[in-house]
């Protein structure tokens, strides 16, 4: 079987000492092909020159996190270098970009706005570039819709990054040309809502990710109080994708190597450079 991390940020610290070791496990577990999202101008060259190295692909974009000490050149800079490099067969999309309402002081003036403001101008490039988005959701994705549905006047590709939303907004995303990421947050027992989603939206739907190092899976999740005595948090790596597409699965009754073919299928069809790619 033959799996796409959809979402990994190989460029990230938890890495530096090793990424190739690492890319080179997950590749022995069968994850053929990593997407590697920017999140900042300051990473653009290091995902670009790495999903070279490795054989994967990268988005360049802003994410909202990173949006309060962001200016309005690096949205010229983002603008420059996918003029740059909109020939670059790895480059598969603006990302990763959204909004996020979960931490508290982008929830507020000024930074609500300015967030607003710099999705808004990412979407823009992506329709000026034919580019699908990877979408930051958290807490926001009515927010997102409305954004989107601003600039639909054609149909969008892309990945909603992390899905946690209800049925009706991931059904929304899914109208407007948008399939939906599962990683190690399903994994967990308690994840119901999240859970019911992996089982029930359409096949279709799905793609699988890691967010690696972000959001690991039950097995290497840590608590706070776990922590605190010096047990360490496993590591989070695109080589547990397989383990994490078995839960996902399972939850939905069907074979692992159905849901690999689906999939695949899926995730080239959000972002549809990575056909030629994956020949």
Not at 62 to 84: C, G, K, N, S, T
Not at 145 to 150: A, M
Not at 243 to 253: D, K
Not at 260 to 265: D, G, I, K, L, S
Request: aromatic residues 8%; glycine residues 6%; contains cysteine.
């Amino acid at each position: 079987m033959q799996w796409i991390d959809s979402h990994c940020h190989l460029d990230a610290f938890e890495f530096s000492g090793d990424v190739l070791q690492v890319r080179a496990k997950a590749t022995q577990n069968g994850v053929v092909h990593c997407v590697i999202p920017a999140v900042q101008v300051s990473n653009f060259e290091a995902v670009r020159t790495l999903a070279h190295q490795t054989g994967d692909s990268y988005c360049m974009g802003i994410h909202p996190l990173y949006v309060a000490q962001a200016q309005e050149e690096d949205l010229r800079l983002l603008d420059a270098q996918l003029a740059q490099y909109r020939d670059d067969p790895r480059l598969v999309g603006v990302g990763e970009i959204g909004l996020d309402y979960f931490v508290p002081a982008l929830t507020q003036s000024p930074l609500r706005e300015k967030q607003e403001h710099f999705y808004r101008a990412q979407l823009k490039l992506a329709r000026q570039y034919n580019l699908p988005v990877v979408l930051h959701v958290r807490r926001s994705a009515d927010k997102l819709l409305k954004h989107l549905r601003d600039f639909s006047s054609k149909p969008w590709s892309g990945i909603a990054h992390a899905f946690n939303g209800s049925e009706v907004q991931a059904q929304e995303f899914i109208k407007l040309g948008f399939k939906l990421g599962f990683g190690g947050a399903v994994t967990f027992e308690r994840a119901n809502q999240l859970r019911r989603l992996a089982a029930s939206l359409p096949l279709d739907a799905l793609v699988l990710e890691t967010d690696a190092p972000d959001i690991p899976p039950h097995w290497l999740y840590t608590t706070a109080e776990q922590r605190a005595a010096g047990v360490a948090q496993g590591r989070n790596t695109p080589g547990e994708l397989p383990r994490i597409a078995a839960t996902v699965a399972q939850l939905r009754g069907m074979g692992l190597q159905e849901l690999a073919r689906a999939c695949w299928q899926n995730t080239t069809a959000a972002l549809p450079r990575l056909a030629a790619l994956l020949v």
